[in-house]
Protein backbone atom coordinates (compact mmCIF):
# COMPACT_ATOMS: atom_id res chain seq x y z
CA UNK A 1 0.00 0.00 0.00
CA UNK A 2 1.77 3.36 -0.69
CA UNK A 3 2.07 6.18 1.35
CA UNK A 4 -0.30 9.17 1.30
CA UNK A 5 1.35 12.22 0.34
CA UNK A 6 2.01 14.79 3.23
CA UNK A 7 -0.42 17.81 3.34
CA UNK A 8 1.77 21.01 1.66
CA UNK A 9 0.35 23.37 4.02
CA UNK A 10 -2.75 24.01 6.94
CA UNK A 11 -5.13 24.47 3.75
CA UNK A 12 -4.56 21.72 1.87
CA UNK A 13 -4.66 19.27 5.36
CA UNK A 14 -8.29 20.20 5.74
CA UNK A 15 -8.95 19.41 2.01
CA UNK A 16 -6.95 16.17 2.00
CA UNK A 17 -9.44 15.46 5.37
CA UNK A 18 -12.78 16.16 3.45
CA UNK A 19 -11.88 14.58 0.28
CA UNK A 20 -10.70 11.45 2.07
CA UNK A 21 -14.09 11.19 3.40
CA UNK A 22 -15.34 10.84 0.13
CA UNK A 23 -12.65 8.46 -1.31
CA UNK A 24 -12.90 5.59 1.31
CA UNK A 25 -17.03 6.03 1.07
CA UNK A 26 -16.82 4.73 -2.77
CA UNK A 27 -13.53 2.59 -2.18
CA UNK A 28 -16.17 0.71 0.39
CA UNK A 29 -18.62 0.39 -2.15
CA UNK A 30 -16.19 -1.12 -4.42
CA UNK A 31 -14.57 -3.56 -2.45
CA UNK A 32 -15.73 -7.22 -0.68
CA UNK A 33 -14.80 -5.78 2.62
CA UNK A 34 -13.54 -3.11 4.50
CA UNK A 35 -9.98 -4.99 4.74
CA UNK A 36 -9.48 -4.28 0.89
CA UNK A 37 -11.36 -0.41 1.36
CA UNK A 38 -8.44 1.28 2.75
CA UNK A 39 -6.04 -0.35 0.55
CA UNK A 40 -7.92 0.94 -2.24
CA UNK A 41 -8.47 3.92 -1.30
CA UNK A 42 -4.83 5.16 -0.25
CA UNK A 43 -3.47 4.28 -3.50
CA UNK A 44 -6.69 5.91 -5.17
CA UNK A 45 -5.57 8.95 -2.90
CA UNK A 46 -2.21 9.08 -4.01
CA UNK A 47 -2.74 8.57 -8.19
CA UNK A 48 -5.66 11.43 -7.46
CA UNK A 49 -3.15 14.04 -5.68
CA UNK A 50 -0.23 13.25 -8.05
CA UNK A 51 -2.68 14.43 -10.81
CA UNK A 52 -3.62 17.42 -9.08
CA UNK A 53 -0.15 18.41 -8.07
CA UNK A 54 0.84 17.27 -11.18
CA UNK A 55 -1.78 20.08 -13.12
CA UNK A 56 -0.97 22.83 -10.30
CA UNK A 57 2.55 22.58 -11.77
CA UNK A 58 2.37 23.06 -15.19
CA UNK A 59 0.07 26.04 -14.34
CA UNK A 60 2.68 27.50 -12.29
CA UNK A 61 1.00 27.46 -8.80
CA UNK A 62 -1.90 26.62 -7.09
CA UNK A 63 -4.36 29.60 -7.06
CA UNK A 64 -7.75 29.72 -5.11
CA UNK A 65 -9.53 32.38 -6.74
CA UNK A 66 -12.35 31.91 -8.56
CA UNK A 67 -12.09 31.37 -12.78
CA UNK A 68 -8.35 31.85 -12.41
CA UNK A 69 -7.42 28.15 -12.66
CA UNK A 70 -7.13 25.92 -15.82
CA UNK A 71 -10.34 23.61 -16.64
CA UNK A 72 -10.40 20.25 -14.71
CA UNK A 73 -12.09 18.24 -12.27
CA UNK A 74 -12.78 19.39 -8.86
CA UNK A 75 -10.76 17.60 -6.10
CA UNK A 76 -13.60 15.39 -4.70
CA UNK A 77 -14.78 14.10 -8.36
CA UNK A 78 -11.20 14.03 -9.22
CA UNK A 79 -10.34 11.39 -6.70
CA UNK A 80 -13.58 9.55 -7.41
CA UNK A 81 -12.15 8.45 -10.98
CA UNK A 82 -8.92 7.61 -9.23
CA UNK A 83 -10.73 5.14 -7.50
CA UNK A 84 -12.11 3.98 -10.76
CA UNK A 85 -8.99 4.05 -12.37
CA UNK A 86 -7.49 2.08 -9.31
CA UNK A 87 -10.15 -0.51 -9.55
CA UNK A 88 -9.10 -0.53 -13.53
CA UNK A 89 -5.92 -1.40 -12.65
CA UNK A 90 -6.61 -4.12 -9.59
CA UNK A 91 -8.79 -6.34 -11.93
CA UNK A 92 -5.90 -5.86 -14.79
CA UNK A 93 -3.33 -6.94 -12.72
CA UNK A 94 -5.13 -9.79 -11.59
CA UNK A 95 -6.24 -8.31 -8.27
CA UNK A 96 -9.95 -8.23 -9.03
CA UNK A 97 -11.16 -11.30 -6.46
CA UNK A 98 -11.04 -8.37 -4.18
CA UNK A 99 -13.60 -6.20 -5.74
CA UNK A 100 -17.32 -6.50 -5.50
CA UNK A 101 -18.07 -9.02 -8.25
CA UNK A 102 -21.00 -6.37 -9.91
CA UNK A 103 -18.10 -3.73 -10.50
CA UNK A 104 -15.65 -6.31 -12.09
CA UNK A 105 -18.61 -7.25 -14.50
CA UNK A 106 -18.59 -3.09 -15.16
CA UNK A 107 -15.08 -2.84 -15.55
CA UNK A 108 -15.18 -5.78 -18.80
CA UNK A 109 -17.87 -4.10 -20.45
CA UNK A 110 -18.96 -1.86 -22.81
CA UNK A 111 -20.01 0.93 -20.32
CA UNK A 112 -16.39 1.00 -18.71
CA UNK A 113 -14.65 1.97 -22.16
CA UNK A 114 -16.62 4.50 -22.43
CA UNK A 115 -14.59 6.71 -19.57
CA UNK A 116 -11.55 5.87 -20.96
CA UNK A 117 -12.46 6.01 -25.06
CA UNK A 118 -12.39 8.71 -27.15
CA UNK A 119 -13.22 12.19 -25.28
CA UNK A 120 -16.35 12.92 -27.75
CA UNK A 121 -17.71 9.42 -26.33
CA UNK A 122 -17.26 9.88 -22.78
CA UNK A 123 -20.29 10.85 -20.71
CA UNK A 124 -22.11 13.98 -21.08
CA UNK A 125 -21.94 14.95 -17.16
CA UNK A 126 -17.97 14.16 -17.18
CA UNK A 127 -17.81 16.19 -20.11
CA UNK A 128 -19.66 19.49 -19.05
CA UNK A 129 -17.96 19.07 -15.33
CA UNK A 130 -14.67 19.23 -16.96
CA UNK A 131 -15.07 21.91 -19.27
CA UNK A 132 -16.53 24.37 -16.30
CA UNK A 133 -14.20 26.60 -13.90
CA UNK A 134 -13.09 24.68 -11.20
CA UNK A 135 -14.44 27.14 -8.40
CA UNK A 136 -17.84 26.66 -10.31
CA UNK A 137 -17.78 23.01 -10.95
CA UNK A 138 -16.88 22.29 -7.19
CA UNK A 139 -19.96 24.48 -6.22
CA UNK A 140 -22.10 22.19 -8.51
CA UNK A 141 -20.84 19.13 -7.18
CA UNK A 142 -20.34 19.63 -3.31
CA UNK A 143 -24.16 21.18 -3.26
CA UNK A 144 -25.74 18.75 -5.51
CA UNK A 145 -23.71 15.21 -5.39
CA UNK A 146 -22.00 15.93 -2.06
CA UNK A 147 -25.60 17.40 -0.53
CA UNK A 148 -24.00 19.90 1.46
CA UNK A 149 -25.77 22.64 3.14
CA UNK A 150 -25.36 25.64 0.92
CA UNK A 151 -23.93 28.05 4.17
CA UNK A 152 -21.21 25.12 4.97
CA UNK A 153 -20.28 25.01 0.42
CA UNK A 154 -20.16 28.84 0.72
CA UNK A 155 -17.97 28.52 3.86
CA UNK A 156 -15.67 26.02 2.30
CA UNK A 157 -15.56 27.92 -1.54
CA UNK A 158 -15.10 31.27 0.27
CA UNK A 159 -18.14 32.46 -0.74
CA UNK A 160 -20.64 35.29 0.37
CA UNK A 161 -23.10 32.89 2.60
CA UNK A 162 -26.48 35.67 1.03
CA UNK A 163 -25.64 35.21 -2.65
CA UNK A 164 -24.49 31.59 -3.18
CA UNK A 165 -28.31 30.63 -4.12
CA UNK A 166 -27.99 33.03 -6.57
CA UNK A 167 -24.85 31.99 -7.62
CA UNK A 168 -25.55 28.41 -7.70
CA UNK A 169 -28.44 28.92 -9.60
CA UNK A 170 -26.05 30.39 -12.50
CA UNK A 171 -23.66 27.31 -12.12
CA UNK A 172 -26.43 25.21 -12.75
CA UNK A 173 -27.14 27.42 -16.02
CA UNK A 174 -23.31 27.27 -17.14
CA UNK A 175 -23.71 23.13 -16.65
CA UNK A 176 -26.46 22.86 -19.05
CA UNK A 177 -25.27 25.12 -21.51
CA UNK A 178 -21.36 23.18 -21.48
CA UNK A 179 -23.59 20.01 -21.74
CA UNK A 180 -25.84 20.99 -24.75
CA UNK A 181 -23.05 22.31 -26.38
CA UNK A 182 -21.01 18.60 -26.15
CA UNK A 183 -24.06 17.07 -26.94
CA UNK A 184 -24.20 18.83 -30.00
CA UNK A 185 -20.58 17.77 -30.25
CA UNK A 186 -20.97 14.51 -30.22
CA UNK A 187 -20.96 12.02 -33.39
CA UNK A 188 -24.69 11.29 -33.40
CA UNK A 189 -26.65 9.10 -35.70
CA UNK A 190 -29.53 10.95 -38.12
CA UNK A 191 -32.35 10.32 -35.75
CA UNK A 192 -30.46 11.75 -32.71
CA UNK A 193 -29.08 15.02 -34.30
CA UNK A 194 -33.14 15.35 -35.35
CA UNK A 195 -34.32 15.25 -31.69
CA UNK A 196 -31.37 17.60 -30.61
CA UNK A 197 -33.39 21.01 -30.85
CA UNK A 198 -36.57 19.23 -29.54
CA UNK A 199 -34.45 18.16 -26.45
CA UNK A 200 -32.97 21.47 -25.97
CA UNK A 201 -36.58 23.13 -26.24
CA UNK A 202 -38.51 20.64 -24.05
CA UNK A 203 -35.89 20.43 -21.21
CA UNK A 204 -35.71 24.50 -21.12
CA UNK A 205 -39.31 24.52 -19.62
CA UNK A 206 -39.87 22.95 -16.19
CA UNK A 207 -43.71 23.12 -17.47
CA UNK A 208 -43.05 21.31 -20.94
CA UNK A 209 -44.54 17.84 -22.09
CA UNK A 210 -42.67 15.59 -23.58
CA UNK A 211 -43.92 14.66 -27.22
CA UNK A 212 -44.34 10.78 -27.43
CA UNK A 213 -41.98 10.54 -29.91
CA UNK A 214 -39.09 12.10 -27.84
CA UNK A 215 -39.94 10.04 -25.29
CA UNK A 216 -39.85 6.80 -27.08
CA UNK A 217 -36.72 7.74 -27.90
CA UNK A 218 -35.21 8.52 -24.81
CA UNK A 219 -35.96 5.01 -24.00
CA UNK A 220 -34.27 3.50 -26.43
CA UNK A 221 -30.99 5.94 -26.76
CA UNK A 222 -28.72 6.00 -23.75
CA UNK A 223 -26.44 9.02 -24.83
CA UNK A 224 -29.96 10.89 -25.33
CA UNK A 225 -31.07 9.87 -22.10
CA UNK A 226 -27.54 11.33 -20.42
CA UNK A 227 -28.31 14.35 -22.06
CA UNK A 228 -31.88 14.94 -21.34
CA UNK A 229 -30.79 13.98 -17.29
CA UNK A 230 -28.12 16.80 -17.93
CA UNK A 231 -30.24 19.37 -19.37
CA UNK A 232 -33.48 19.41 -17.54
CA UNK A 233 -32.79 20.71 -13.41
CA UNK A 234 -35.98 20.13 -12.52
CA UNK A 235 -37.43 17.07 -10.86
CA UNK A 236 -34.35 16.59 -8.98
CA UNK A 237 -32.55 14.40 -11.57
CA UNK A 238 -29.60 16.50 -12.10
CA UNK A 239 -27.69 14.82 -8.81
CA UNK A 240 -28.26 11.42 -10.14
CA UNK A 241 -27.05 12.71 -13.57
CA UNK A 242 -23.55 13.84 -12.31
CA UNK A 243 -23.16 11.01 -9.96
CA UNK A 244 -23.44 8.06 -12.50
CA UNK A 245 -21.88 10.54 -15.08
CA UNK A 246 -18.82 11.38 -13.86
CA UNK A 247 -18.24 8.21 -11.33
CA UNK A 248 -20.03 5.83 -13.39
CA UNK A 249 -20.34 1.90 -11.61
CA UNK A 250 -22.15 2.58 -8.02
CA UNK A 251 -22.66 6.11 -8.81
CA UNK A 252 -26.46 6.11 -7.30
CA UNK A 253 -24.88 4.30 -4.39
CA UNK A 254 -22.29 6.73 -3.54
CA UNK A 255 -24.97 9.67 -3.94
CA UNK A 256 -27.12 7.78 -1.02
CA UNK A 257 -24.91 7.23 1.04
CA UNK A 258 -23.66 10.64 1.07
CA UNK A 259 -27.07 12.14 1.88
CA UNK A 260 -27.38 9.93 4.71
CA UNK A 261 -24.34 10.87 5.87
CA UNK A 262 -25.27 14.51 5.67
CA UNK A 263 -28.47 13.49 7.11
CA UNK A 264 -27.57 11.37 10.08
CA UNK A 265 -24.48 13.85 10.69
CA UNK A 266 -21.86 11.70 9.87
CA UNK A 267 -19.93 13.69 7.10
CA UNK A 268 -16.91 15.57 7.73
CA UNK A 269 -17.51 17.88 4.75
CA UNK A 270 -20.84 18.91 6.24
CA UNK A 271 -19.59 19.95 9.67
CA UNK A 272 -20.80 23.81 10.59
CA UNK A 273 -16.92 24.12 12.69
CA UNK A 274 -15.56 24.18 8.85
CA UNK A 275 -12.93 26.70 9.94
CA UNK A 276 -11.39 24.93 12.76
CA UNK A 277 -8.65 22.43 11.65
CA UNK A 278 -9.19 19.09 12.45
CA UNK A 279 -7.99 17.81 15.58
CA UNK A 280 -4.70 16.20 15.98
CA UNK A 281 -3.33 18.41 12.86
CA UNK A 282 -0.73 20.49 13.83
CA UNK A 283 1.38 23.03 12.07
CA UNK A 284 5.34 22.61 11.66
CA UNK A 285 7.71 25.32 11.47
CA UNK A 286 7.01 26.71 7.96
CA UNK A 287 3.39 26.48 8.09
CA UNK A 288 3.29 23.00 6.87
CA UNK A 289 0.39 20.65 8.52
CA UNK A 290 1.06 17.17 9.69
CA UNK A 291 -1.33 14.70 12.02
CA UNK A 292 0.18 15.03 15.47
CA UNK A 293 0.96 11.40 16.83
CA UNK A 294 -0.78 13.31 20.37
CA UNK A 295 -3.20 14.04 18.41
CA UNK A 296 -4.20 10.49 17.52
CA UNK A 297 -3.60 9.17 20.68
CA UNK A 298 -5.83 11.75 22.64
CA UNK A 299 -8.53 9.95 20.47
CA UNK A 300 -7.79 6.72 21.03
CA UNK A 301 -7.53 7.20 24.67
CA UNK A 302 -11.11 8.74 24.67
CA UNK A 303 -12.79 6.16 22.94
CA UNK A 304 -10.99 3.64 24.95
CA UNK A 305 -12.14 5.56 28.84
CA UNK A 306 -16.01 5.68 27.17
CA UNK A 307 -15.68 2.60 26.05
CA UNK A 308 -14.90 1.37 29.54
CA UNK A 309 -17.94 3.28 30.85
CA UNK A 310 -20.32 2.03 28.91
CA UNK A 311 -19.24 -1.57 29.52
CA UNK A 312 -19.01 -1.22 33.32
CA UNK A 313 -22.30 1.10 33.74
CA UNK A 314 -25.33 -1.43 34.31
CA UNK A 315 -28.26 -0.68 32.38
CA UNK A 316 -31.54 -1.38 33.98
CA UNK A 317 -30.54 -4.37 36.02
CA UNK A 318 -32.38 -4.79 39.50
CA UNK A 319 -30.64 -8.71 40.08
CA UNK A 320 -27.52 -6.95 40.96
CA UNK A 321 -25.92 -8.88 37.90
CA UNK A 322 -23.55 -7.06 35.69
CA UNK A 323 -24.80 -7.05 31.71
CA UNK A 324 -21.89 -8.33 29.39
CA UNK A 325 -20.55 -5.98 26.75
CA UNK A 326 -20.83 -8.24 23.77
CA UNK A 327 -18.08 -7.36 20.91
CA UNK A 328 -19.31 -7.13 17.40
CA UNK A 329 -17.03 -9.60 15.21
CA UNK A 330 -16.59 -9.14 11.11
CA UNK A 331 -16.49 -6.04 9.34
CA UNK A 332 -15.80 -3.03 10.93
CA UNK A 333 -17.37 -0.03 9.18
CA UNK A 334 -14.80 1.39 7.22
CA UNK A 335 -15.20 4.86 8.46
CA UNK A 336 -13.93 4.08 11.72
CA UNK A 337 -10.63 3.12 9.94
CA UNK A 338 -7.40 5.68 10.69
CA UNK A 339 -5.32 5.41 7.72
CA UNK A 340 -2.12 4.59 8.64
CA UNK A 341 0.28 7.48 7.40
CA UNK A 342 1.03 10.65 8.48
CA UNK A 343 -0.78 12.64 6.50
CA UNK A 344 -4.60 12.06 6.80
CA UNK A 345 -7.13 11.58 9.20
CA UNK A 346 -9.39 9.68 9.16
CA UNK A 347 -13.27 10.16 8.79
CA UNK A 348 -16.75 7.78 8.20
CA UNK A 349 -17.06 6.15 5.01
CA UNK A 350 -19.71 4.39 5.15
CA UNK A 351 -23.12 5.94 6.77
CA UNK A 352 -24.24 2.29 7.75
CA UNK A 353 -24.46 3.20 11.52
CA UNK A 354 -23.73 0.55 14.17
CA UNK A 355 -26.63 0.60 17.02
CA UNK A 356 -25.51 -1.13 20.58
CA UNK A 357 -27.86 -3.72 21.33
CA UNK A 358 -29.39 -2.60 25.13
CA UNK A 359 -32.10 -3.61 26.96
CA UNK A 360 -34.65 -1.24 27.61
CA UNK A 361 -35.67 -1.06 31.52
CA UNK A 362 -39.49 -2.01 30.45
CA UNK A 363 -38.02 -4.94 28.37
CA UNK A 364 -37.81 -8.10 31.00
CA UNK A 365 -34.50 -10.41 30.08
CA UNK A 366 -34.29 -13.81 29.77
CA UNK A 367 -31.58 -16.53 28.65
CA UNK A 368 -32.93 -16.69 25.11
CA UNK A 369 -32.46 -12.88 24.43
CA UNK A 370 -33.91 -9.61 24.65
CA UNK A 371 -38.06 -9.24 24.36
CA UNK A 372 -39.45 -12.35 26.19
CA UNK A 373 -42.61 -11.95 27.85
CA UNK A 374 -42.59 -13.56 31.49
CA UNK A 375 -45.66 -14.71 30.73
CA UNK A 376 -44.83 -18.47 29.43
CA UNK A 377 -48.59 -19.00 27.54
CA UNK A 378 -47.69 -15.89 25.51
CA UNK A 379 -44.07 -16.51 25.14
CA UNK A 380 -42.71 -14.50 21.71
CA UNK A 381 -39.53 -15.82 20.30
CA UNK A 382 -36.64 -12.81 20.25
CA UNK A 383 -36.02 -11.36 17.02
CA UNK A 384 -32.57 -11.81 15.64
CA UNK A 385 -32.01 -14.55 17.94
CA UNK A 386 -29.19 -16.33 16.01
CA UNK A 387 -31.84 -19.43 16.36
CA UNK A 388 -33.76 -18.24 13.16
CA UNK A 389 -33.30 -20.42 10.16
CA UNK A 390 -33.11 -18.91 6.76
CA UNK A 391 -36.02 -20.73 5.74
CA UNK A 392 -38.12 -18.69 8.26
CA UNK A 393 -37.50 -15.74 5.80
CA UNK A 394 -38.72 -17.22 2.96
CA UNK A 395 -42.01 -18.52 3.89
CA UNK A 396 -45.37 -16.25 3.61
CA UNK A 397 -45.90 -14.20 6.84
CA UNK A 398 -48.87 -15.06 8.75
CA UNK A 399 -51.56 -12.55 9.20
CA UNK A 400 -52.67 -14.49 12.47
CA UNK A 401 -49.90 -13.68 14.53
CA UNK A 402 -49.34 -9.80 15.77
CA UNK A 403 -46.86 -7.24 13.45
CA UNK A 404 -43.73 -6.38 15.66
CA UNK A 405 -42.09 -4.53 13.09
CA UNK A 406 -43.29 -1.59 10.71
CA UNK A 407 -41.16 -1.42 6.79
CA UNK A 408 -41.18 1.84 5.01
CA UNK A 409 -40.45 2.00 1.32
CA UNK A 410 -38.94 4.65 -0.41
CA UNK A 411 -38.84 4.72 -4.21
CA UNK A 412 -35.86 7.04 -4.81
CA UNK A 413 -35.85 7.50 -8.35
CA UNK A 414 -36.36 6.09 -11.81
CA UNK A 415 -35.35 5.59 -15.46
CA UNK A 416 -36.88 3.58 -18.03
CA UNK A 417 -35.34 0.32 -17.58
CA UNK A 418 -34.18 0.64 -13.07
CA UNK A 419 -35.19 2.40 -9.89
CA UNK A 420 -33.38 2.82 -6.68
CA UNK A 421 -35.19 2.75 -3.43
CA UNK A 422 -34.43 2.57 -0.31
CA UNK A 423 -36.45 0.04 2.45
CA UNK A 424 -37.02 0.92 6.20
CA UNK A 425 -38.16 -1.16 9.11
CA UNK A 426 -38.33 0.04 12.85
CA UNK A 427 -38.45 -3.09 15.05
CA UNK A 428 -40.44 -3.20 18.69
CA UNK A 429 -37.42 -5.84 19.93
CA UNK A 430 -34.09 -5.33 19.79
CA UNK A 431 -32.11 -7.28 17.35
CA UNK A 432 -28.34 -9.00 17.25
CA UNK A 433 -28.96 -9.63 13.66
CA UNK A 434 -31.48 -9.20 11.22
CA UNK A 435 -33.34 -10.31 8.32
CA UNK A 436 -35.97 -8.81 5.91
CA UNK A 437 -37.99 -9.80 3.60
CA UNK A 438 -40.33 -8.76 0.50
CA UNK A 439 -42.23 -9.75 -2.47
CA UNK A 440 -41.91 -7.71 -5.90
CA UNK A 441 -45.49 -7.32 -8.09
CA UNK A 442 -44.33 -6.74 -11.06
CA UNK A 443 -41.25 -8.69 -11.76
CA UNK A 444 -38.63 -6.58 -10.23
CA UNK A 445 -35.22 -7.88 -10.23
CA UNK A 446 -32.41 -7.17 -7.75
CA UNK A 447 -29.13 -5.65 -9.00
CA UNK A 448 -27.08 -4.00 -5.95
CA UNK A 449 -27.75 -3.30 -2.27
CA UNK A 450 -25.48 -1.80 0.22
CA UNK A 451 -25.80 -2.03 4.08
CA UNK A 452 -26.90 -5.47 3.79
CA UNK A 453 -26.54 -8.54 1.02
CA UNK A 454 -29.59 -10.00 -0.80
CA UNK A 455 -30.97 -12.92 -2.01
CA UNK A 456 -33.70 -12.96 -4.49
CA UNK A 457 -35.62 -16.30 -5.42
CA UNK A 458 -38.69 -15.64 -7.84
CA UNK A 459 -40.27 -12.46 -6.68
CA UNK A 460 -39.05 -13.36 -3.21
CA UNK A 461 -36.05 -11.23 -1.58
CA UNK A 462 -34.09 -11.43 1.36
CA UNK A 463 -31.84 -9.09 3.08
CA UNK A 464 -29.33 -9.54 5.34
CA UNK A 465 -27.72 -7.41 8.13
CA UNK A 466 -23.78 -6.59 6.95
CA UNK A 467 -21.17 -7.36 9.63
CA UNK A 468 -21.48 -3.83 11.09
CA UNK A 469 -25.03 -3.21 11.43
CA UNK A 470 -26.46 -6.07 12.90
CA UNK A 471 -27.41 -4.89 16.52
CA UNK A 472 -30.93 -2.72 16.42
CA UNK A 473 -32.25 -1.47 19.93
CA UNK A 474 -35.54 -1.77 20.86
CA UNK A 475 -37.71 0.60 18.96
CA UNK A 476 -34.89 1.32 16.88
CA UNK A 477 -34.37 0.97 13.02
CA UNK A 478 -32.63 -0.35 10.00
CA UNK A 479 -32.34 0.13 6.64
CA UNK A 480 -30.80 -0.81 3.38
CA UNK A 481 -30.60 0.65 -0.17
CA UNK A 482 -30.97 -1.04 -3.42
CA UNK A 483 -30.46 -0.69 -7.67
CA UNK A 484 -33.26 -2.96 -9.54
CA UNK A 485 -34.41 -3.49 -13.19
CA UNK A 486 -37.98 -3.34 -13.76
CA UNK A 487 -40.27 -3.62 -17.15
CA UNK A 488 -44.07 -2.46 -17.65
CA UNK A 489 -44.86 -1.68 -14.14
CA UNK A 490 -43.18 -0.91 -11.09
CA UNK A 491 -45.67 -1.23 -8.01
CA UNK A 492 -44.54 -1.07 -4.45
CA UNK A 493 -43.57 -4.45 -2.71
CA UNK A 494 -45.41 -6.42 -0.26
CA UNK A 495 -45.63 -9.03 2.55
CA UNK A 496 -42.96 -7.51 4.49
CA UNK A 497 -41.41 -9.64 7.15
CA UNK A 498 -38.67 -9.37 9.92
CA UNK A 499 -37.12 -12.68 10.74
CA UNK A 500 -40.00 -14.13 9.51
CA UNK A 501 -42.21 -12.65 11.02
CA UNK A 502 -44.75 -9.88 9.52
CA UNK A 503 -44.75 -6.03 9.33
CA UNK A 504 -47.47 -3.69 8.61
CA UNK A 505 -46.03 -1.42 5.64
CA UNK A 506 -46.32 1.86 4.04
CA UNK A 507 -44.81 3.60 0.99
Known sequence: MPDLPTPQDAAEATLFSECW???????DLC???????????????????????????????????????APRLPR????????????AAWEAQ??????DPELRLWLNSEKAERFSGPPLHRPLALRGLRDMQEPDAALLWLTEVEAMPTAAVARRLGLDPAGVVEELQQVRGVFRDRCHRNHLDTPLSEECRSYARLLDAVTRSPAADVPDDLSRHLARCVECAEAAACLKHSGGGLPSALAGGVI??????????????????????AADDTDEQPAGWVKERGGRARIGRAGLLAVAAGVSLLALVVTLVPFGSDDGTDD?????????????????????????????????????????????GAGVSTDPESEKEAQGDSSSSAEEDDAAPNPSEPAVCHARYDLVSEWPDGFQATVTVKSDYALDTWR???????????????DGSFDQEGS?????????????????SLAVGFLASWHGENSSPVDFTLNGRSCTHSS
Open 460 to 476: RVTASAADYNKSVAAGG
Open 436 to 450: VGWTFRDGQKMTQMW
Open 31 to 69: TGGSADARPLASEAFSRGIREVRAAEAETGGRSFGRRTR
Open 76 to 87: IPLLLTAVRQTT
Open 21 to 27: DAVLSYA
Open 248 to 269: GWGGLAYLERRRRAVESGLSRS
Open 324 to 368: TAVESAGRQPVGEQVPSFDGLPSGPGSVGESTSSTSSPETPKSSA
Open 94 to 99: GHGGRL
